[in-house]
């Protein structure tokens, strides 16, 4: 039965539950839904709705942010296996989840890893596990509900779990009055589960839907095979057991409109040629019927393309056509510190075998779950032995685990500025105004910042690392210009500096601003050949200690001298004679290397 849309049916509201419909009739077969919202009643309200349009008894597992494997793919159920002196398995959360769905909250938040465990388990509908001497296999056919609660526009889901799902709803603009109405009651949802399987769709169905697809500039093969499962459930829900162009429409709009990467264009054919001469009556009659059929064919892809191009998102829209990057592209990680395995503090990141001690911290379940395996042959070595003889669970030494973790280490980024005569004359005021943004964006981040000056003989430390943004500005305001280049000086300060921050489990990030004009020696004795060979020894041993560079040249004119001197360093250069103090802070956040990465 054909329904016609409610007055609510173009709101965002009428959209999210028309897509709960769709989802429940085919949880497994339509993957999942991407939930763009922060928590609220608009979320609970959809996340009931879809309980109410399951199936009775349907499993719901919710997915932690730091799930461990173990909980999620399944293992040893320790406490089982410890009572009953044999190996007992546990399900893992995916294979609880089959029949049923998983919500996975903060899912902008997901590692990788579990990412591409949740996508594996979608394409292959099982989960194998082999590990702790366990081996199974067990279906796993379930949809996933990924709360997206980013702020920015730079965070989102990982892409391996975009590319899965075939839904993505907005109920930002939902209000909670607006989420009271519902598109399908639950005995219809369960009739178009029965009915799904008898549900065909047509060849001219599948042209137009990959023909839609390949006009949005959508490149995944999933994202059509996905859009093709949408349009069967939506037949079902409407009785039919042939997909219809209504169906295929509606399908496209849903899956591939916010998927697109392109704007379609259609080709108008040329006015210049003149329209052919009808043939005769009796040649009419003789002609073969084809092209009544090609018409329809023509326009069942535009009709199915423009409801797809009526599904991109206002906001994709806007950046499509003024020709911007799609929105598949990788969210930006920003510039944070390098990520470093401590067996102290830090998030959990797995267990290694390992003896205790020192540093190491035993870790228990992880040392009991590799002992139970082997209970059954070591206790038959004390058969003859009585049974309150020995202990009840025997561990060895091969046995022990110990805990690993991973911390971020914090960013200190290290200036290091020209304050030399030649550097004054030209652009020591934009280096400042250029230092002062950048500062501005540490301050951001919760960055340590220091400050090395050198001028004349030497190179002074103007700021230790702080992360005070007044007391940056006051020594940046006080710096006078003039004096020689000691540009090896201030590269030892700044190699210093940087090995002083990695002993304390930093990470230093060194933006050099100079015109790499040296002319004052390590020992202070003028002379540029001298100087420039210094200085390239200390840049040498700057990029030896492991520390990242930008070098950024502040002449008037780019020198070879300061790009030289980016070789030495293993950094980037960054020449800019005419830019202003917003360019070079720009730059210097544009070249930033991401999380835990070295500049390429």
């Known amino acids: 039965m054909t329904r016609e849309p409610p007055p609510a049916g173009d709101t965002p509201w009428g959209r999210a539950a028309l897509v709960a419909s769709l989802f429940a009739v085919d949880p497994a077969g339509s993957a999942g839904v991407a939930i763009r919202s922060a928590a609220g009643p608009a979320r609970d309200r959809w996340l009931a709705l879809l309980r109410d349009l399951l199936p009775p008894g349907a499993p719901v597992r919710r997915v932690p942010l730091h799930v461990p494997d173990g909980r999620l793919l399944g293992g040893l159920d ?23 769905i998983m919500i996975v909250a903060m899912a902008e938040r997901v590692s990788p890893a579990t ?20 081996a199974s296999r067990s279906p796993a056919r379930f949809g996933v509900v990924a709360l997206d609660e980013s702020v920015n526009e730079d965070e989102g889901l990982p892409l391996v779990l975009r590319d899965h799902f075939s839904f993505e709803i907005d109920l930002a603009a939902v209000r909670h009055n607006d989420a009271a109405w519902r598109w399908h009651t639950p005995d219809e949802i369960a009739a178009a589960r029965e009915r799904l399987p008898g549900v065909v769709a047509g060849e001219d169905i599948l042209a137009v839907v990959s023909e839609a697809a390949m006009a949005l500039g959508i490149a995944s093969l999933r994202a059509p095979l996905l859009a093709l499962r949408v349009a069967r459930a939506a037949a079902a829900l409407d009785g039919r057991s042939a997909v219809s162009a209504d169906d295929a429409a509606l399908a496209c709009n849903l899956v591939l409109g916010p998927r697109a990467t392109c704007v379609p264009t259609t080709a108008e054919p040329p006015d210049s040629e003149p329209d052919p001469p009808e043939p005769p009556p009796e040649e009419r009659e003789d002609e073969p019927e084809g092209d009544e059929n090609a018409d329809a064919d023509r326009e069942l892809g535009e ?15 806007a950046l499509l056509q003024a020709g911007e990057a799609s929105r598949n592209r990788a969210p930006s990680t920003g510039r944070s510190g390098a990520l470093r395995h401590s067996l102290l503090r830090g998030r959990p990141a797995g267990v290694r075998a390992g003896q205790p001690g020192g540093r190491a911290r035993l870790s228990l379940i992880d040392t009991l779950r590799a002992a139970a395996p082997w209970q059954r042959l070591r206790r038959g070595e004390f058969a003859d032995a009585p049974a309150a003889a020995g202990p009840r669970i025997r561990v060895r030494k091969e046995d022990f685990h110990v805990a690993r973790y991973r911390q971020r280490s914090e960013t200190t980024t290290i200036f290091a500025i020209d304050a030399s005569g030649s550097a ?34 030497g190179a002074d430390l103007l700021l230790p690392p702080t992360r005070s943004l007044a007391r940056a500005k006051r020594s940046l305001a006080g710096l006078p210009g003039g004096g020689g280049t000691p540009l090896a000086c201030a590269l030892d ?29 390590r020992d202070g004795t003028p002379g540029r050949a001298r100087a420039r060979e210094d200085a390239i020894g200390a840049a040498r041993a700057l990029r030896a200690g492991g520390s990242r560079v930008v070098v950024i040249d502040t002449a008037a004119r780019a020198q070879p001298l300061a790009k030289d001197l980016a070789d030495a360093c293993g950094g980037r250069y960054l020449a800019l004679p005419y830019a202003r103090a917003e360019s070079i802070s720009g730059a210097v956040r544009a070249i930033s290397p991401p999380t835990g990465g070295r500049l390429p």
């Open 78 to 100: 320790l406490a089982a296996t410890l009572g009953a002196g044999r190996l007992v398995a546990d399900k893992g959360l995916i294979a609880e989840a089959d029949g049923g």
């Open 115 to 134: 990412a591409a465990r949740l996508a594996s388990a979608l394409d292959k509908g099982e989960i194998v596990l082999e590990r702790d001497g366990l």
């Open 303 to 317: 009709v199915v393309l423009e409801a797809a191009q009526s599904g991109i998102p206002p906001g994709l829209l």
């Open 424 to 457: 004054a004359l030209h652009r020591l005021a934009e280096a400042k105004g250029a230092v002062e943004l950048l500062l501005a964006d540490c301050y951001v981040r919760r960055d340590r910042v220091a400050v090395v000056a050198f001028r004349g003989q």
């Open 493 to 521: 300060a700044v190699r210093s500096l940087a090995d002083s921050t990695q002993r304390r489990g930093g990470t230093p990030f060194v933006v050099i601003l100079t015109d790499g004009q040296a002319n004052i020696a």
